[in-house]
């Protein structure tokens, strides 16, 4: 893994963070899916690369670990939206 990798993930969690505050003001229920599954794709995703990092990327560790989490509680967040509708 190299920074190229991990700056090309950051886009990607902007724009699931713009997407679900949409989602969850507006409690449209496609939405809310779909962020639900792109939010829980890339926390996971953030978490599973955090142990690939090389020597250059080992400060970046603490971050990538607090994004992974906030967008595993964002797809949360959406699917408790979701029971509420």
Known sequence: MNIDTL????PLAY???VLSVVAFVDG???LLVTSAAVSGT???TLLAIIPTFDSALEAHKPQVAKAGVSQLGIACAMVA???FI
């Open 28 to 30: 449209i229920p496609e």
């Open 81 to 83: 939206r979701l029971l």
């Open 42 to 44: 890339v926390g996971a």
């Open 15 to 17: 724009g699931v963070q």
């Open 7 to 10: 700056v090309r993930f950051t």
